[in-house]
């Protein structure tokens, strides 16, 4: 369905933008991918992809807290595709803290990661998906960016930003060829989610088992986790020509979550 086009995946290395690389590969789009972690493990994945679906998929390094290195990932892609036609801006962290205690270095890293990161991104890639006339900007916001949860301040703020952000730029490119949306998953479990239910099951002495039952108990009425291959998807479809008028849109994909 997407032979011949080029995707950016921010934060790919791991959990929900590996799942996302691996679901673009498969529609037949070029990947690039980026995050951090391991050379080797990274080269591994980046070679497994590409024999899977013979497709061409690289690896940029850049670290998405800083501007100038984002719009080297775009100019990498760029460089090595001939054109970036898909944006997905996926890297995100997490800190959980109450606001009284929360440590103003991981606000600051919060929201440029996950916040700025997108902002940075957007105006790296528009410029020649403007110029072409098509263009796909998939923010991987959250259901914390509809609402919120407490002791995770920076988060939540950063994933708000990121639907409003998203709402922008559906607007200002509205009567383009270019769309953007934003998707909300509910609980994935990617590593960013097992520290949080390894950080619960030690603080109430309960199994990790235990504790993602509660954690999903707790929220999501499905009470089952969503799954990387599953967003990435979401993410196939929205970049699909059937999803021309679909913009401005922060979709959950939450097992429920949100309907409560
Ligand atoms: P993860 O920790 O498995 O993956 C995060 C990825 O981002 C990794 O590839 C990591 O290397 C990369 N990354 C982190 N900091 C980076 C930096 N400075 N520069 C470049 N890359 C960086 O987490 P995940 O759960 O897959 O999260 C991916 C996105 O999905 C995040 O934006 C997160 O907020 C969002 N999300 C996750 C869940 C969930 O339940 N897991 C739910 C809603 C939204």
Not at 119 to 136: E, I, K, N, S, Y
Request: include cysteine.
């Amino acid at each position: 369905m997407l032979k011949g086009k080029s995707v950016i995946v921010t934060g790919s290395t791991s959990g929900i933008g590996l799942g996302v690389a691996r679901r673009f590969a498969a529609a037949g789009a070029n990947v690039m991918l980026n995050g951090l972690g391991d050379a080797a493990e990274i080269e591994a994945i980046r070679q497994d992809i590409e024999v899977k679906h013979g497709v061409k998929v690289g690896y940029d390094g850049a670290d998405i807290a800083k501007a100038d290195q984002i719009h080297g990932l775009v100019q990498a892609a760029t460089d090595l595709f001939g054109q970036v036609d898909i944006l997905i801006n996926n890297a995100g962290i997490q800190h959980t803290a109450s606001i009284v205690e929360f440590p103003v270095a991981k606000w600051d890293l919060i929201l440029a990661i996950n916040l700025s990161g997108v902002f940075h991104g957007m105006q790296a890639v528009l410029p020649q998906m403007l110029a072409r006339d098509w263009g796909r900007i998939i923010n991987i916001a959250s259901v914390h960016g509809l609402v919120a949860s407490k002791n995770k301040a920076a988060y939540v703020a950063a994933k708000h930003g990121v639907v409003g952000l998203t709402k922008v730029a559906a607007l200002e490119t509205a009567k383009t060829g270019v769309t953007c949306n934003a998707i909300c998953p509910g609980w994935v479990l990617t590593p960013l989610v097992e520290k949080q239910i390894q950080d619960r099951a030690k603080e109430t002495g309960v199994s990790f088992e235990d504790a993602s039952r509660r954690v999903l108990e707790e929220k999501q009425p499905s009470k089952q986790f969503v799954t990387p291959e599953q967003l990435g998807d979401l993410a196939v479809f929205l970049a699909s020509d059937s999803a021309a008028q679909l913009t401005g849109q922060a979709i959950g994909m939450d097992g429920g979550w949100l309907a409560q």
